[in-house]
C-alpha cells in the first residue's frame, strides 16, 4: 500500500500548522480536523476497470527533450472524466503508482476548486542551438515568460550562453528568462554557470544541482559571489523521499511541483502549503489532458508569482485532443483546461495507439502500479 504518511513530512521552520498528509488514494477521507478540500472522496477502481479505462497512445515530439522524441501516454477514461498515466518509462512502480493517485484522482474522484479562472505560462525552451530559438518561441503565444534548458549533456557553458542570450534578444528586456538544470552542475559548476548567465537577468535557476546539500550550499555560494540568483527546486520536490526537506533546509528560494509525481492535486497543495514557499506548476511533459490538471493545480493554489510550465503542449508534434491545450495572450484559463479533459479525440486515439507491445508493457505496468495504490 502506498501512505502518504510514509514519506516522513515534517514542516519546515515558520510554517503553517500541522498538515494533513495521511490520506491515502483509495479511501474515504474523514475531516479529522483536517483541510475542508480533503473531504472529498475518491474510490479507486479496481484493476479490471482501470485495464478498461485505459488507452495506450505514442504520441511524436517536434524537439527532442529529456533525451526521447516520443512521449508514450495512457488516457484513462474515468467516469469524472479523461486522465492521463505517463510515468516517466525509466521510473519505477513506486514512482509509477504516485502518478496513478493523480490519475485516479483526476478520472475517479474531485479535483480542488479553483481561487482564479486564468493562469500564466511560460514558453520552454529545450537544448535546442541559437538558431533553432526563435522558432521553438514561435510556437508558444507568450512573450512574458521562457524557461531554458541548460547543462545538457555533451553541451558547453558556452552553449547555454548563446542560448539564453538568443531567447533575452529574441524576447526583450522585459520577459522573465528561467534556466532549468535538471541538477546536472556540481556547486562549482553553478556558480560559474550563473556567474556568466546572471548578467542576461535571471528570474531563477531550476534544480542547478542534484541534491539538496548541493543546493544549500549554491545558495550560500551564489550570495558570496554576488550573483543572486534564486534557487527552485524541482526534482528535490518531485523525486524526493521527503518533498519538504528542501524547504527545511533552506535550499531553495521557490519550489516546482507536478500534479502527478506528487500524487495528485490535492497532495501537491499539501506540498507547497507545508514547504511555505513560493511556487511554480510545470508539466511533466504531458498530453493536453494532463496539462488541464496542472491549470487546475495552478488555479487553485493560494498564491501564485510566477508563471507555470503548463505550454508544453507546443513540444508535441501530436496530441490526444483536436484543438491542443496551447496558451493564448500568455494564459491558460481553467474553462479551456476542463474543456480539453472532456474532449479527449476517439480519432487521436486509434491514430497514435501504441504498437501491441508497448501496449502490453503498460498495462503490465499498470496492473504492478495498480497494486500499489
Ligand atoms: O517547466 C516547464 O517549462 C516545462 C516542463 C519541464 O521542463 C519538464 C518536463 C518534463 C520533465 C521534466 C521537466 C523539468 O522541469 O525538469
Ligand atoms: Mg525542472
Redesign the pocket.
Known amino acids: 500500500m502506498y501512505h502518504f504518511s510514509a514519506m516522513g513530512l515534517t514542516l519546515p521552520q515558520g510554517g503553517p500548522g500541522r498538515s494533513h498528509l495521511d490520506r491515502r488514494c483509495g479511501q474515504p477521507v474523514s475531516a479529522g480536523g483536517g483541510s475542508p478540500r480533503l473531504d472529498r472522496v475518491t474510490v479507486t477502481p479496481d484493476l479490471p476497470a482501470l485495464l478498461e479505462a485505459a488507452h495506450v497512445v505514442t504520441l511524436p515530439m517536434r524537439v527532442r ?2 533525451g526521447v522524441s516520443e512521449r508514450e501516454a495512457v488516457l484513462l477514461r474515468g467516469p469524472r472524466g479523461w486522465a492521463e498515466w505517463a510515468p516517466f518509462v525509466e521510473y519505477d512502480d513506486a514512482d509509477a503508482a504516485r502518478w496513478l493517485a493523480a490519475a485516479v484522482e483526476a478520472g475517479w474522484g474531485e479535483l480542488p476548486p479553483p481561487v482564479r479562472d486564468a493562469v500564466g505560462v ?1 514558453a ?1 525552451v529545450p537544448a535546442v542551438p541559437p538558431d533553432q530559438v526563435q522558432g521553438v518561441l514561435a510556437r508558444y503565444d507568450v512573450s512574458r515568460t521562457a ?1 531554458v ?1 541548460v547543462a545538457e549533456k555533451g553541451q558547453a557553458l558556452a552553449d547555454d550562453v548563446a542560448r539564453v542570450t538568443e531567447v533575452r534578444r529574441v524576447l526583450g528586456p522585459d520577459a522573465r528568462i528561467r534556466v ?1 538544470a ?1 541538477g546536472a552542475w556540481s556547486v562549482d559548476e553553478a556558480v560559474e554557470a550563473l556567474r556568466a548567465l546572471a548578467p542576461l537577468g535571471l528570474e531563477y535557476a ?2 542547478p544541482c542534484a541534491t539538496v546539500e548541493e543546493l544549500a550550499a549554491l545558495r550560500v555560494a551564489l550570495a558570496r559571489a554576488g550573483a543572486e540568483v534564486p534557487v527552485a527546486a ?1 526534482e528535490s520536490v518531485r523525486r524526493a523521499e521527503d518533498p519538504l526537506r528542501v524547504a527545511r533546509e533552506r535550499a531553495a528560494d521557490l519550489v ?1 511541483v507536478k500534479v502527478a509525481p506528487l500524487g495528485g492535486v490535492a497532495r501537491a497543495l499539501e506540498v507547497v502549503e507545508a514547504c511555505g514557499l513560493p511556487a511554480v506548476v ?4 504531458d498530453t493536453s489532458v494532463g496539462l488541464a490538471v496542472g491549470v487546475r493545480l495552478a488555479a487553485a493554489l493560494p498564491r501564485l508569482e510566477h508563471d507555470c ?1 503548463l ?2 503542449a507546443a513540444l508535441l508534434r501530436a496530441d490526444v485532443v483536436a484543438d491542443p491545450l496551447l496558451p493564448v495572450g500568455g494564459e491558460l484559463t481553467t474553462a479551456r483546461a476542463d474543456a480539453a479533459r472532456r474532449a479527449t479525440d476517439p480519432a487521436s486515439l486509434t491514430a497514435y495507439r501504441s504498437s501491441a507491445e508497448r501496449e502490453r508493457w503498460w498495462r503490465e505496468r499498470l496492473a504492478r502500479a495498480h497494486a500499489l495504490v
Open positions: 527533450f529529456r511560460n520552454t524557461k534548458k532549468d535538471n531550476e534544480q524541482d516546482v510545470s508539466s511533466a511533459l510550465g505550454g508544453t
